[in-house]
C-alpha cells in the first residue's frame, strides 16, 4: 500500500508514542484476495477493510466505465495496531491500485479531531474540513488523501481512503459520496 496504510500507521503509532489514553458482517483475511462483500453494519471487531467499500461503489462514484475489483491486502500490526488494508482497480489492470483503503481503531485517540490532527503529519499542506466525518489533503505525492475518524463501538476508529489523483473539483463530490459510505460503515 503506498498511501492509507502508511499514514494510518504515522497517525496510530504517533499516538501511541505520545501515551494518549487508552453487529455487522466481518471477513477473516490470510492474505491478498478479491473480494466483493460490503459490511451492512458497523462490525464490532475489525477483521478486513474492504467490507467497508464495495469495488461497483468506487466504479459508479467515479463514473468510470471499467469494471473495478478490490483486493484485500495483508493486515499491518504496528505499535499494538493492526491496520487492515483494501485496494481497488480497473478489473483489466489488476496491477494499478487508482484508490486504496486503510481501516483500524485507533485506541490512542480520544476525539475523531486527535486523529484527524495526527494524520495531518503526512500531509502537504493543511487538511481541510470534507464531511462531517471527514477531512481531505493533497499528500507530497500530490495524490489525495481523506481521513474519516468517528466514535464507533465504544472508541475511536479511523479510515483513510487514498486517491491517486490530486484534489480537483470534478472528483470532490464523487470522493464525498465514498467518505459519507465508509463513514456509515465505521
Known amino acids: 500500500m503506498y498511501l492509507p496504510r ?3 500507521a504515522v497517525a496510530f503509532v504517533v499516538a501511541a508514542a ?30 478486513a477493510a474492504c467490507p467497508f467499500l464495495d469495488s461497483g461503489e468506487v466504479q ?8 473495478f475489483e478490490s483486493t484485500e491486502e495483508e493486515p499491518d500490526t504496528q505499535g499494538g495496531v493492526t491496520l487492515y488494508a483494501c485496494s481497488y482497480h480497473r478489473a483489466r489492470d489488476s496491477h494499478a491500485a487508482l484508490v486504496e483503503l486503510g481501516v483500524g ?26 464531511t462531517d466525518d471527514a477531512v481531505y489533503c493533497t499528500t507530497s505525492l500530490g495524490s489525495t488523501t481523506i481521513t474519516i475518524a468517528k466514535r464507533s463501538h465504544g472508541r475511536i476508529r479511523v479510515a483513510q481512503l487514498g486517491f491517486r ?22
Not at 21 to 34: D, F, L
Not at 107 to 120: C, I, L, Q
Request: aromatic letters at 6%; proline letters at 8%; glycine letters at 8%.
Open 6 to 8: 502508511r499514514l494510518i
Open 18 to 47: 505520545a501515551g494518549c489514553a487508552a453487529g455487522g458482517a466481518a471477513t477473516t483475511v490470510e492474505g491478498p484476495t478479491t473480494t466483493t462483500f460490503v459490511a451492512a453494519a458497523s462490525p464490532e471487531r475489525l477483521s
Open 60 to 67: 459508479h462514484e467515479l463514473a468510470d466505465g471499467n469494471s
Open 105 to 130: 481503531d485507533a485506541p490512542g485517540f480520544d476525539s475523531p479531531e486527535a486523529a484527524f490532527r495526527a494524520s495531518a503529519r503526512g500531509c502537504a499542506d493543511e487538511p481541510k474540513p470534507f
Open 165 to 186: 489523483r490530486a484534489p480537483s473539483d470534478a472528483f470532490l463530490d464523487a470522493y464525498a459520496e465514498l467518505a459519507k459510505t465508509v463513514a456509515g460503515r465505521l
